[in-house]
């Protein structure tokens, strides 16, 4: 996701959207590294509460970022795996909640989409 303008949302902002949308989760923050890029804000492994036990496979990996070249920031979200039926859920979630918040671009795959677009093929069965 690349938003077009704003502050990039705190990891308690993003955990609190999600527990308000039903699907309460767990933050394992990742050292940055020091080769890491300078606009890089915050990167961990977004898990449910309820796999929180299952490891690194139902985990999804968040990485955001400010402005590179301009304004607004990105959020790169990728799963562990290449399957799985909560990892799935855990993204379509996570990009509703900022996308219903910041305006801005979706790259899916490579697609790009705006939020509407997005939301339709997600949440209407349509586009698939």
């Known amino acids: 996701f690349q938003a077009d ?7 308690a902002w993003l955990l609190n959207e999600l527990d308000q949308a039903g699907a309460p989760c767990i933050w394992r923050s990742i050292a940055q590294r020091p080769a890491s890029h300078q606009a890089m804000c915050w ?3 977004l898990v449910t509460a309820t796999d ?22 990105g959020i790169r979200l990728q799963s562990r795996s290449a399957t799985g039926r909560p990892v799935g859920r855990l993204l379509r979630m996570v990009t509703e909640v900022v996308t219903q918040r910041y305006a801005g671009t979706c ?6 989409l ?3 677009e997005w939301l339709r093929r997600n949440f209407t069965g349509r586009g698939h």
């Open 43 to 45: 990167e961990g492994e």
């Open 5 to 11: 303008s704003g502050e990039p949302p705190t990891v």
């Open 107 to 112: 790259l899916a795959g490579q697609m790009v």
């Open 52 to 73: 929180a036990n299952a490891g690194s496979a139902a985990a999804l990996a968040v990485q955001t970022y400010g402005p590179i070249d301009g304004a607004g920031f």
């Open 114 to 116: 705006s939020h509407e």
